[in-house]
C-alpha cells in the first residue's frame, strides 16, 4: 500500500512537469509569432518604406538614352562619294564622283555643299539610234540628229535633318553608330547644251565607323530641264550614292 502510494505521487510530479514544459514551449511560439506579426505591422507605420512601395508601378517604364558616340556640334565634314543616275534620258546610263562638305550646326541639323562630276555612256538602245545615224550619214541619205543632251557637273546647296539616331551590331565585331537623316536643297546642272537650274531631296544614312570616319548611303530625287535639238523637256531622275566622310 505504501509502495503503490509512492508510484502514484510520482507519476502525478512527471504529469506536472510535463505540463509546465509544454505551456512554456506554447508561450515562446506565440511570443515569436507575435514579434514577427509586429515587425510586420510596424512596416506600415514607416512612411519612408510605404513612400516607395506606393510609388513603384509595374506598368512604368524607363528608358535609357546614351550620348553620340560622335559630337556634332560646329563641327566640318568633309566627304567623297560615287553613284549612278537612275531614270532621265533612256539612251544615256550615267555615273557620278562627287565632292561633299558640310557644317555641322548641332546633333540635329547641318548645311552643306556638294560637287558632283558625271560620265556618260550610251546604252543599248542609245548605241543601236547612234549605229543607225553614223550608218545613214555615211551612206550619204538623209540623216537625223540622235536626242542627247547628258551632263557634264552639277553644283548644289544642301540642308540635312538628322531625325533618328541609333546603335547595331555589326557583324559581331562591335556596335556601330547610325544616323538617318534627310536632305533638300538645290543648285545648277552644266549640261552639253549648256546649264539649267536643279532641285533635289532624299535619304540617306550614315554608319559612323570611328570618331571621325563614317560610311555613307544616300539616295535623292532630282529634277531639270535639259535642252536637246528636238526641244527642251523636263527629266526626274533618281541618284543613288555610297561614300566616305570626314568630320574634324
Not at 510596424?42 to 512601395?53: D, F, Q, R, W
Not at 513603384?56 to 566640318?76: A, D, F, G
Not at 546647296?157 to 556601330?176: C, E, H, Q, R
Not at 552639253?192 to 570611328?210: E, K, N, Q, Y
Request: aromatic residues 10%; charged residues 20%; proline residues 2%.
Amino acid at each position: 500500500m505504501k509502495t503503490s502510494k509512492i508510484i502514484s505521487l510520482l507519476i502525478l510530479a512527471a504529469a506536472f512537469s510535463w505540463t509546465n514544459v509544454s505551456f512554456a514551449a506554447s508561450n515562446k511560439t506565440a511570443n515569436k509569432n507575435l514579434n514577427v506579426t509586429e515587425d510586420i505591422d510596424s512596416l506600415g507605420g514607416n512612411e519612408e518604406l510605404m513612400e516607395m512601395a506606393q510609388n513603384i508601378k509595374s506598368e512604368t517604364r524607363s528608358r535609357v538614352v546614351q550620348e553620340r558616340l560622335v559630337p556634332r556640334r560646329n563641327r566640318v565634314e568633309f566627304g567623297l562619294s560615287y553613284g549612278g543616275v537612275i531614270g532621265g534620258d533612256s539612251y544615256l546610263r550615267t555615273q557620278s564622283a562627287g565632292l561633299s562638305v558640310d557644317y555641322h550646326i548641332n546633333p540635329r541639323w547641318s548645311v552643306g555643299a556638294r560637287y558632283y562630276d558625271y560620265a556618260n555612256n550610251l546604252t543599248s538602245e542609245g548605241q543601236r539610234v547612234f549605229d543607225q545615224a553614223a550608218a545613214a550619214k555615211a551612206a550619204g541619205t538623209q540623216g537625223y540628229a540622235v536626242d542627247i543632251d547628258y551632263p557634264k557637273n552639277a553644283m548644289m546647296a544642301v540642308a540635312n535633318w538628322y531625325p533618328i539616331y541609333g546603335k547595331t551590331s555589326f557583324l559581331d565585331m562591335g556596335v556601330t553608330q547610325f544616323d538617318l537623316y534627310l536632305l533638300a536643297g538645290g543648285g545648277q546642272i552644266t549640261l552639253s547644251s549648256g546649264t539649267t537650274g536643279l532641285v533635289t531631296a532624299g535619304v540617306g544614312v550614315a554608319a559612323w565607323i570611328s570618331k571621325h570616319l563614317s560610311a555613307r548611303a544616300e539616295f535623292r530625287y532630282q529634277t531639270y530641264k535639259d535642252n536637246p535639238v528636238t526641244g527642251s523637256r523636263q527629266l526626274d531622275t533618281g541618284v543613288g550614292t555610297l561614300g566616305l566622310g570626314w568630320i574634324l
